[in-house]
């Protein structure tokens, strides 16, 4: 089946074309980071305004980079949630009317299935299962993954996400919007040892997360250590304890999640998966415990359209059909989902 991705969930607007047997054969993704950096977060309808304006010309792109005429297109998929209910509601009534106008069916999809999913879009995708960890501006999850719909959610974060942390941080360090890669790349510079955090959770059993304790850890020490007077270097040592805090805690509940499980295989998805220090420390336990650890690569990674065309693919192409409405799920639980045709 060739269906037509659209993503709109959050700050990224995404089309993409996906043919059941060839794989990807075109996907575009405007960034919104210019739009919403002089407000340090996403403004909500700023981010609507702008997926209406970039969103078909994105269609035509992609439909073009794929010799496609868009009656060629056999269905449509969209991400119907979660996400910001106006963001979303641009890509459900775009997908929604093209697939009407083009007599073909249309389905909203899971954004955190797509990123489940998107692993398979790799040339050499991994088998089920496997647990994944979501890891992302808005998510931080460990799920069981036996198969598509089959989902079982090992723990997930009980306070901010782990981008979000990231994010917050890096504001408090000064740093711009978003602040995930620039306080990577401060840590670079940090000195090992002169600070240390805390690990949130992790002297107890259990999968969740909970980073909002470490924010806070980090707006004392900063205030300690001279706050905004604080010179260069003590902040990039502080960015470097603070990294070494969410790497090691993400490691520690990976760990867990696999012996848990018994799956020998973690594949590590969402924007915060592109940290090399945390790459680097999962290759390295991975190795140690014998445990195949894959990302997809980045473009798979961070937002994008291809996932959403995949499981739009995958669900539509077993028959699965919706009644034509327009409805989205800001909130929507993972593990209500069912596999393909149901149960
Ligand atoms: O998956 P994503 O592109 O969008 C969603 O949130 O769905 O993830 C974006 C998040 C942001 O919080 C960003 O700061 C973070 O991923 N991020 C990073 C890095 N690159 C992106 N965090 C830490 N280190 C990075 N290198
Ligand atoms: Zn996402």
Same mark, same amino acid.
């Given at each position: 089946?060739?269906?037509?991705?659209?993503?709109?969930?959050?700050?990224?607007?995404?089309?993409?074309?996906?043919?059941?047997?060839?794989?990807?054969?075109?996907?575009?993704?405007h960034s919104?980071?210019?739009?919403h950096?002089?407000?340090?977060?996403?403004?909500?309808?700023?981010?609507?305004? +702008?997926?209406?304006?970039?969103?078909?010309?994105?269609?035509?792109?992609?439909?073009?980079?794929?010799?496609?005429?868009?009656?060629?297109?056999?269905?449509?998929?969209?991400t119907?949630?979660p996400?910001?209910?106006g963001?979303?509601?641009?890509?459900?009534?775009?997908?929604?009317?093209?697939?009407?106008?083009l007599?073909?069916p249309?389905?909203?999809v899971?954004?955190?299935?797509?990123?489940?999913?998107?692993?398979?879009?790799?040339? +050499?995708?991994?088998?089920?299962?496997?647990?994944?960890?979501?890891?992302?501006?808005?998510?931080?999850?460990?799920?069981?993954?036996?198969?598509?719909?089959?989902?079982r959610?090992?723990?997930?974060?009980?306070? +901010?996400?782990?981008?979000?942390?990231? +994010?917050?941080t890096?504001?408090l360090?000064g740093?711009?919007?978003?602040?995930g890669?620039?306080?990577?790349?401060?840590?670079e510079?940090?000195?090992?040892?002169?600070?240390?955090f805390?690990?949130?959770?992790t002297e107890?059993?259990?999968?969740?997360?909970?980073?909002?304790?470490?924010?806070?850890?980090?707006?004392?020490?900063?205030?300690e250590?001279?706050?905004?007077?604080?010179?260069?270097?003590?902040?990039?040592?502080?960015?470097?304890?603070?990294?070494?805090?969410?790497?090691?805690?993400?490691?520690?509940?990976?760990r867990?999640?696999?012996?848990?499980t018994?799956?020998?295989?973690?594949?590590?998805?969402?924007?915060?998966?592109?940290?090399?220090?945390?790459?680097a420390?999962?290759?390295?336990?991975?190795?140690?415990?014998?445990?195949?650890?894959r990302y997809?690569a980045?473009?798979?990674?961070?937002?994008?359209?291809?996932?959403?065309?995949?499981?739009?693919?995958?669900?539509?192409?077993?028959?699965?059909?919706?009644?034509?409405?327009?409805?989205?799920?800001?909130?929507w639980?993972?593990?209500?989902?069912?596999?393909?045709?149901?149960?």
């Amino acid at each position: 089946m060739r269906v037509l991705g659209i993503e709109t969930s959050c700050d990224e607007t995404a089309a993409a074309v996906y043919e059941t047997g060839r794989g990807l054969l075109a996907q575009a993704v405007h960034s919104q980071v210019a739009l919403h950096a002089p407000y340090g977060g996403v403004v909500p309808e700023l981010a609507s305004r +702008d997926h209406i304006r970039k969103l078909l010309p994105l269609v035509r792109r992609v439909l073009e980079e794929a010799g496609l005429a868009p009656g060629e297109v056999g269905g449509v998929a969209y991400t119907a949630g979660p996400g910001l209910v106006g963001a979303l509601l641009v890509g459900a009534a775009v997908g929604r009317a093209l697939a009407a106008g083009l007599g073909v069916p249309a389905l909203g999809v899971h954004h955190m299935e797509g990123h489940l999913l998107a692993p398979m879009l790799e040339p +050499d995708p991994p088998a089920f299962p496997f647990v994944a960890l979501l890891v992302s501006g808005g998510h931080t999850m460990l799920v069981g993954v036996e198969g598509v719909g089959r989902y079982r959610i090992l723990g997930q974060t009980l306070d +901010d996400a782990v981008g979000e942390a990231f +994010d917050k941080t890096a504001k408090l360090l000064g740093l711009p919007y978003p602040g995930g890669p620039a306080l990577a790349a401060l840590a670079e510079r940090g000195r090992p040892g002169r600070f240390r955090f805390p690990r949130p959770m992790t002297e107890r059993p259990g999968l969740d997360f909970s980073f909002s304790g470490i924010k806070t850890h980090a707006i004392h020490v900063l205030r300690e250590a001279g706050g905004e007077a604080a010179d260069e270097q003590t902040r990039a040592d502080i960015a470097r304890a603070f990294q070494e805090a969410i790497v090691e805690t993400l490691v520690i509940k990976c760990r867990r999640a696999i012996e848990a499980t018994g799956h020998g295989r973690l594949v590590v998805a969402g924007g915060v998966g592109a940290n090399r220090a945390l790459r680097a420390a999962l290759a390295a336990w991975g190795e140690r415990a014998g445990v195949e650890v894959r990302y997809p690569a980045p473009a798979l990674c961070t937002d994008n359209a291809a996932m959403i065309a995949y499981a739009g693919a995958v669900r539509l192409g077993a028959g699965e059909r919706e009644p034509p409405a327009i409805r989205v799920r800001p909130r929507w639980p993972l593990d209500e989902l069912v596999p393909p045709g149901g149960r």
